[in-house]
């Protein structure tokens, strides 16, 4: 296995992660050569040759001393084929290809090798009327404008900072719902508007540094997660590009990059980036064809790392919200509608929506909000039989209990139960992890003697759950059950638990896509209990859940015309979204905490 990051000093172990991506190119270079591949694989090896020759560009901006050889291999490869005129004078034959083209001639430009006759070439499919003119996306255009400027070519384009306003970068999109490719048109995007770190562009008003850090820091979390290094290391060069060197998440990325390395210095890329067909039976055309990206992109980490003309600044923190005031609008909304909808149920239907609005009045210091429903309620189950209770949830019990004892009410089947569950616990001494909420519960409401709580809370073993082959929503179960064992962020013994708040993170894009709004709520409540309550994911995905608040306070679109199934998702979703948003409240600090009295009821 590779050094990694973590073992001794960092910079001498990324040297020898780039060292053996150098070498590991350097003895393919041959690869790069598009007289020598396939007729499928020309156009794949002209793309190769082009980020290869960027690489060897970089190499010389970013670092002034000589090069050693094999880089010197990877400049003469690219040297040699720029330097043929089947090659230079496609540029004016095929112009939706310009940037193939230019640049190839741009890097060697910045080498010191300059070729006149490629140079008019450029000029001439430039000024022709559409290689440069023909639409592109913002980051493609941006990539256009830098390789022109890097190339000396004149065009008479609008500059970088008109562009940028209009990328995705700069529109601060939500982080779960980036797809791969809109991650490579935000890394991409730093890189031309910065030069790859050699200059501060002029950003667009209204941007925020501190946030595009904190979206940066979240997609490699994500990245990360899913084991693609290529991202990886695209994100960790987007950081390096703004200046930002003391990254504690570009840190994991380093170690995860150099245990991805091969023994011969090999990045692997993820799936997909080489059609199946194409290299068919040849084994080591595929592994070069499905890693040279990842092992270019990876060693360009290595260089902008330890670059010594870049400019580096402390990390920005993004500032925390000032309050909760939207947040807690929102879920006032929701507390109201659902603590409604559980009195036009029957009660035991209605129970589950009722503890729920309880749970979010609580957090809301409200709970008059919820006494019609609970009085209801309280009266409806009075003369029930115990056994009723045992078949809902512990929380849902609790949240009932809770409200009614601040409220002052009573009702006379929950105490008996309450009891006569405490009694029996007293005939024991040990048990099962899962059974430490219910305990805590009984000691809260007085009905179970403090230090014979204490001594079963003891008595259940404290780990964090695991999260191999394990659904993430089954695990973010695991963790409201769990809650009193998580420690603080700043505790001992909190890292072990990032794993776990990195599986539920994680998980976020693939409920967004199915809109399991349940599912959401509860990654984003388990992520609130682990300490990531101001993570960008979970800022995100709580953003997310409340813009599927209807005008009734309900939350989530059913998209179906059935009134019964559109009122039991209605009642769902938004029993689930209450808790994670009340969780969310208080899980941050009291000075973020603001009343919506008056407000709310607006």
């Given amino acids: ?11 001498e172990a990324r040297r020898a992660v780039e060292a053996k991506a150098i070498g590991w190119l350097a003895a393919r270079h041959t690869r790069f050569d598009p007289e020598r591949a396939e007729e499928a694989g020309v156009l794949f090896a002209r793309k190769a040759l082009v980020e290869l020759a960027l690489l060897v560009g970089l190499r010389v901006r970013l670092d002034p001393s000589a090069l050693d050889p094999d880089f010197s291999l990877l400049l003469d490869q690219v040297a040699d084929v720029a330097g043929r005129a089947s090659y230079r004078e496609l540029v004016v034959r095929d112009e939706g290809a310009l940037l193939l083209y230019a640049g190839t001639y741009a890097a060697l430009r910045l080498c010191g090798r300059e070729d006149p ?17 023909f639409e592109r996306i913002p980051y493609r255009q941006l990539d256009l404008l830098h390789t022109l400027e890097l190339a000396g070519v004149d065009h008479g384009l609008p ?13 601060d999109p939500s982080a779960f ?76 990325a380093w170690t995860f990059l150099a245990d991805t390395q091969e023994v011969d210095g090999r990045v692997d890329g993820p799936d997909g980036v080489v059609h199946p067909k194409l290299g068919e039976g040849n084994l080591e055309y595929q592994k070069w064809a499905t890693g040279y990206h990842t092992t270019i992109v990876t060693a360009l980490a290595c260089l902008l ?28 909304r929701s507390v109201v509608w659902l603590s409604g909808a559980s009195l036009s149920d029957e009660a035991e239907p209605g129970f589950a929506p009722a503890a729920a609005a309880t749970r ?20 409806y189950l009075d003369a029930a039989p115990d056994q009723l209770w045992s078949r809902y949830g512990v929380e849902a019990v609790a949240e009932f209990a809770r409200g009614l004892s601040g409220l002052g009410l009573t009702c006379d089947s929950l105490e008996r139960f309450l009891t006569s569950t405490a009694a029996a616990l007293r005939e024991v001494s040990v048990v099962p992890a899962g059974a430490r909420t219910g305990i805590r519960i009984l000691v809260d409401l007085g009905v179970l003697a403090a230090d014979h709580g204490a001594a079963l809370l003891a008595s259940a073993p404290l780990a964090p759950p695991g999260t191999d082959d394990i659904a993430a929503g089954l695990v973010a179960l ?63 995905a709580a953003a997310f859940l409340l813009s599927q608040q209807t005008p009734t306070g309900a939350i989530g679109y059913p998209a179906c015309d059935c009134s019964d199934n559109r009122a039991e998702a209605h009642r769902a979703w938004t029993q689930s979204c209450v808790i994670a948003l009340a969780e969310l409240i208080s899980s941050r600090p009291l000075e973020q905490t603001a009343s919506v009295m008056g407000t709310a009821n607006r």
């Fill in 360 to 379: 979010g009045a609580r957090a809301l210091g409200q709970p008059a909000l919820v006494e019609p429903a609970l009085s209801a309620l309280a009266t």
């Fill in 159 to 171: 500059m970088v900072d008109a562009v940028l306003p209009h990328t995705l970068l700069c529109a």
């Fill in 478 to 540: 695991q963790i409201a059950q769990r809650a009193d064992q998580i420690p603080h962020p700043r505790d001992a013994g909190a890292e072990s638990w990032r794993p776990v708040a990195e599986c539920l993170a994680a998980a976020l894009p693939a409920a967004y896509r199915d809109y399991r709004l349940g599912e959401m709520a509860a990654l984003v409540r388990a992520l609130a209990l682990l300490g990531w309550g101001e993570h960008r994911l979970t800022r995100d």
């Fill in 117 to 133: 006759d490629f140079h008019r070439a450029i000029e001439q499919a430039v000024s022709g009327g559409y290689a440069a003119c």
């Fill in 1 to 11: 296995m590779t050094a990694t990051p973590t073992d001794g000093d960092p910079s």
């Fill in 305 to 332: 790392a330890r670059s010594p003309v870049l400019t580096q600044r402390p990390r920005p923190t993004v500032p925390l919200p000032a309050d909760n005031k939207g947040l807690e609008e929102a879920l006032y």
């Fill in 177 to 252: 719902k980036l797809a791969d490719r809109d991650i490579y048109a935000i890394t991409h995007t730093v890189f031309y508007a910065t030069d790859f770190g050699l200059r501060t562009p002029k950003w667009p008003d209204g941007f925020d540094l501190a946030r595009t850090v904190g979206l940066l820091e979240a997609l490699l979390v994500l990245c990360r997660r899913r084991g693609n290094a290529d991202l990886v290391a695209e994100l960790v060069c987007s950081l390096l590009c703004l200046g930002v060197h003391d990254s504690a998440e570009a840190d994991r």
